[in-house]
């Protein structure tokens, strides 16, 4: 047994690391990759389906400004990513295809924090920095 292991610790000592240097260098994502989702505020009518169809309830319909600095409002979907499974159904369900899924997933997803993976209307539409809220 004790042989064993040497000659295969042996064998593979001259392949290359198969580590990945993340953050310093990206790693290459699928065209099927769901990375954060993305919200069009004007496609969307709050109608709540996303809500109910997500299966951690990590979906709220909030009330958020249309645009930034209007005073006007409307009802909008607010993600806690913390409990977000990544699966889709959001996105699939949604009547006006308002949600759709973009390619981030370190700049949104890695937080101190619990409260900072709150994705509000704002964050969500990309209106705000998504590392707002981010000390340690």
């Given at each position: 047994?004790?042989?064993?292991?040497?000659?295969?610790?042996?064998?593979?000592?001259?392949?290359?690391?198969?580590?990945?240097?993340?953050?310093?260098?990206?790693?290459?994502?699928?065209?099927?990759?769901?990375?954060?989702?993305?919200?069009?505020?004007?496609?969307?009518?709050?109608?709540?389906?996303?809500?109910?169809?997500?299966?951690?309830?990590?979906?709220?319909?909030?009330?958020?400004?249309?645009?930034?600095?209007?005073?006007?409002?409307?009802?909008?979907?607010?993600?806690?990513?913390?409990?977000?499974?990544?699966?889709?159904?959001?996105?699939?369900?949604?009547?006006?295809?308002?949600?759709?899924?973009?390619?981030?997933?370190?700049?949104?997803?890695?937080?101190?924090?619990?409260?900072d993976l709150l994705?509000?209307?704002?964050?969500?539409?990309?209106?705000?920095?998504?590392?707002?809220?981010?000390?340690?």
């Amino acid at each position: 047994m004790v042989l064993k292991n040497i000659k295969y610790a042996l064998n593979n000592i001259r392949k290359p690391p198969v580590t990945r240097l993340f953050p310093e260098v990206e790693s290459q994502l699928s065209d099927r990759f769901r990375g954060l989702q993305i919200l069009d505020k004007s496609r969307c009518i709050g109608c709540g389906i996303c809500a109910n169809t997500c299966p951690n309830n990590t979906i709220r319909i909030v009330k958020a400004p249309i645009a930034p600095g209007s005073s006007k409002e409307r009802w909008f979907p607010e993600i806690d990513i913390g409990h977000c499974l990544f699966c889709g159904l959001c996105i699939d369900q949604c009547p006006k295809e308002a949600l759709s899924s973009g390619k981030e997933y370190a700049k949104g997803v890695v937080k101190w924090k619990h409260k900072d993976l709150l994705m509000t209307p704002a964050k969500l539409a990309r209106e705000v920095n998504l590392d707002e809220g981010d000390e340690r």
